[in-house]
């Protein structure tokens, strides 16, 4: 970890009980006793909505001898469940929501786990999404190798009069190396690797002509995607970059995002997948997360 990006400064008065964190989002504070299970947590695996956390959090209980799951009471902003050593957590849409869910869930795991540098180093991250391919048909799945903003640059955010904060973006190469090792000669599972582009916008920012509001041209459009492809981009979402970037700051060695596509943007704009296609497509991505939990989570 790199405990000089950690804000120690807020962050160690909730270890010593001198302040109590609100992780308002989440709808706990530090003190609240139903933290107390969540201590053994070795994993957070975070998706964008609560309905694929309800699902991946059964999945669990059921590979782990139908261990109690335990949910989180507030759930209009995000949905949190727990089980069997694996935090489940919804993020919303784009970087704006994913941030705020991504920001809490540190802040709680370093209470979690009292600050311990090493503990944390073993906590292992993942986003599970949907994409839009580029030159990848629908159904594949990505792991990412690196999460960039449209214009190819890392992760930032505007410093007020002074410049922006920039992020490192890059995936960890063993972690993802592991998640592929892990699904190798799965049947019926396309897996590549690859960098993803995060969009801040579904239309604008992902170069679409169907958004209410279009500046582009089929021309202009299809330059931009071809530019993504050149570059080694297999896949557009709206988190990834600042998922990578916000966890390379405090260090943590071990994350990923899985995501599979819907459709392959080279070929069109609207998700146009059948309702039975789009649910093998989240399956997909589910078992490539799956079989590395099982293959990594010693007694997961
Ligand atoms: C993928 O799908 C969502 C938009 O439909 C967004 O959260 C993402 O990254
Ligand atoms: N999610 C995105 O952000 N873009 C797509 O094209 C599909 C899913």
């Known amino acids: 970890m790199r405990t000089e990006n950690i804000n120690h400064g807020f962050l160690d008065g909730v270890l010593d009980g001198s302040r109590e964190d609100v992780y308002y989002h989440f709808g706990v504070v530090s003190s609240d006793p139903v933290l107390d299970g969540l201590r053994g947590v070795r994993a957070v695996i975070m998706a964008g909505s609560g309905a694929r956390i ?13 261990s109690e799951i335990v949910a989180f009471p507030k759930e209009d902003r995000f949905v949190t469940r727990y089980t069997a050593g694996v935090l489940f957590a919804s993020h919303g849409m784009g970087m704006p929501s994913a941030s705020i869910a991504v920001q809490e869930l540190m802040r709680l795991v370093f209470f979690l786990k009292c600050g311990d540098l090493d503990a944390l180093d073993d906590v292992f991250w993942c986003r599970v999404g949907t994409s839009g391919g580029v030159g990848l048909p629908g159904g594949t799945v990505v792991v ?9 640059k890392p992760y930032r955010l505007l410093r007020g009069a002074a410049g922006q904060y920039w992020f490192d973006g890059r995936f960890p190469a063993e972690t993802r190396e592991a998640i592929l090792a892990a699904n190798a000669g799965v049947a019926d599972l396309r897996l590549v690797s690859g960098k993803t582009v995060a969009g801040n916008e579904f239309f604008l920012e992902q170069f679409r002509l169907d958004g209410a509001v279009c500046f582009e041209t089929p021309e202009t459009k299809m330059v931009w995607l071809r530019w993504l492809n050149d570059h080694g981009v297999r896949n557009i979402e709206m988190e990834g970059a600042m998922f990578a970037g916000y966890l390379n700051h405090w260090g943590f060695p071990r994350f990923a995002m899985i995501c599979c596509t819907l459709l392959n943007r080279l070929d069109g704009d609207q998700v146009t997948a059948t309702a039975a296609e789009l649910q093998k497509f989240s399956e997909d991505s589910g078992i490539a997360l799956f079989n590395y939990l099982r293959a990594n989570l010693p007694g997961g």
């Open 144 to 152: 990412s190798s690196e999460g960039l903003m449209a214009d190819l």
């Open 54 to 66: 309800r699902e991946f959090a059964e999945r669990w209980s059921q590979l782990n001898g139908g």
